[in-house]
């Protein structure tokens, strides 16, 4: 395990995700990864159901016309055999056209990564708000 990989794989999933490359994000899943979140009624399973959640994010933003930003930040890692557990603090700073940036949600993401040909990917992620109960 080595945190450098952990650190440019997550600069780079947040990229692909803040620049509105839906696919390309949805391709550092797992073909087989569950996806949780406050805002989901139930997980989603697979890439292309975390694809089309992105894609609908994208739209959401453009119509919105804010940027958004994923700071993925304070991460720790732990190599449990059968992938890597990490932890990570996230903020997403939204920037509206002509506007200031504000923090637009506080979260905890936890992770398990698997190495595929050499590839980190993401099995599973858990996020949890700040502002929200976890549950």
């Not at 190599?79 to 920037?95: C, F, K, M, P, R």
Request: aromatic share 6%.
């Amino acid at each position: 395990m080595n945190s450098t990989d952990i650190q440019q794989f997550y600069a780079r999933h947040m990229q692909l995700l803040d620049g509105g490359a839906a696919e390309a994000w949805a391709g550092t899943f797992t073909p087989d990864a569950e996806f949780k979140a406050p805002s989901m009624t139930e997980p989603v399973r697979g890439r292309d159901g975390i694809a089309a959640g992105a894609r609908a994010a994208v739209e959401g933003r453009a119509a919105a016309g804010e940027t958004h930003r994923h700071w993925v930040t304070m991460t720790t890692a732990r190599d449990t055999g059968v992938g890597i557990e990490t932890v990570s603090y996230v903020q997403i700073l939204a920037t509206p056209r002509g506007g200031a940036p504000r923090v637009e949600l506080s979260c905890v993401m936890r992770d398990r990564l698997v190495r595929r040909d050499g590839e980190l990917l993401v099995a599973e992620r858990h996020i949890t708000r700040d502002d929200r109960p976890a549950h």
